[in-house]
């Protein structure tokens, strides 16, 4: 049977790509990227990863 | 041949030292009485040091609470007991912390300002090992203390992450440390269904957050660093764009023949103060975006984060109408008359009331 994944860098991984990418965007002019925005957005990545540490423990 | 063979009992193992709060001996939590076990010491040494840290600002009485809640007790059969929470022991860590801060601030003196400082990075160093490896704050005081080190060891790691991620975002490289977080990211999933690599997050996290606050700062280094002072004599000498990465930038227009009409311009900078000064028979006109700083120009002002003024009067055809386009990372933009530039000094940016320093768009058609 294969062993379940790490949920914690799962939703860690996701935040860390989510957060390159909205960096990838403003590089490319895509996206201006503002305190207003990218404050909230780190905030909530930051959470988001404590929480699903908190709730898992590593194998 | 007969051979006898002796033979020779070793002597014991000395038992290993832990250090705990010992039952026998205990004066309130016996955590003096431990370190003297500890350190073959006679306790009193130890109690009459935490006196005097705590009458000399108050820095015993944390230290004691904290060694409270740090090393376990000893139980009936002088083992440490079983661990506690460790929620618990953090809720406790918080709440001594929030007690104990005005009360070592009472105290005023170089041992508690040197002491709190201090506790602040052990504390963090735990936290941040315990989170990065998944071992909490249990076991003895060496454990704790190699963890702690090894997590201010992870920190001085990612503040030097953050500083060459800022450094690389400001000198052009955003695309490049986007890729790296990118990567990073995909690792870090990756891992999740290999081998979790949660070390990982951290340093990544750090890299992210340093590059996204040059990129929303708008810090770009490209326009060099320094004291740029521009007074252009003839429309020929204007630039389009006057951009700094950072320092101060200076555009004096008070000598320029400008034209009748509109006369675009845009100023462009990192971090640092920008000052425009034009003629008296100029009208402004001014669409400027701070990302962290003031704007200020004639009568009008704001500051604070992603700070927006626009200000587009109308001015006659026979009035030359300047276009100012700003665009300022960390710092202030300051349009105004020939009057603040004689309150003008270079190691002073206090220009006081916006409407008397700064004299009026009287240019412009009301």
Known sequence: ?59 | MNETTETQELPPEPEARRLVRVRDGRMVGGVCAGLGRYFNLDPIIFRIGAIVLVLVGGAGLLAYLAALLLIPSEDSEGEPAAGRNRWLVIAGVIVLLCISWPFLLGGGLLLAGLLIPFAFLVAAGVLVWWFVSGEGPAGDAGDIAKRAALGIGVLIVCGLIAIGGAWAAAAGGETVVAIAVIAAGVAILVGAFVKPVRWLVLPAVTLALSAGTVSAAGIDLDGGVGERDYRPTSVVDLRDTYQLGMGQLVVDLRQTDLPPGDVPMTVDLGVGDARVIVPDDVCVATDAHVRVGEVRTFGLGNEGVDVDLEDLPDAAPSVTRLLVKADIGVGSLKIGRSQFDVDFDRSHFDFGPVDTELGENTACET
């Open chain 1, 1 to 59: 049977m294969r062993p379940r994944p790490d949920v914690a860098s799962v939703v860690a991984g996701a935040c860390v790509v989510a957060l390159g990418v909205v960096l990838l965007l403003d590089a490319a002019g895509t996206l201006d990227l503002r305190f207003k925005v990218f404050g909230p957005a780190v905030l909530a990545a930051m959470g988001a990863i404590l929480l699903a540490s908190g709730l898992t423990r590593p194998r």
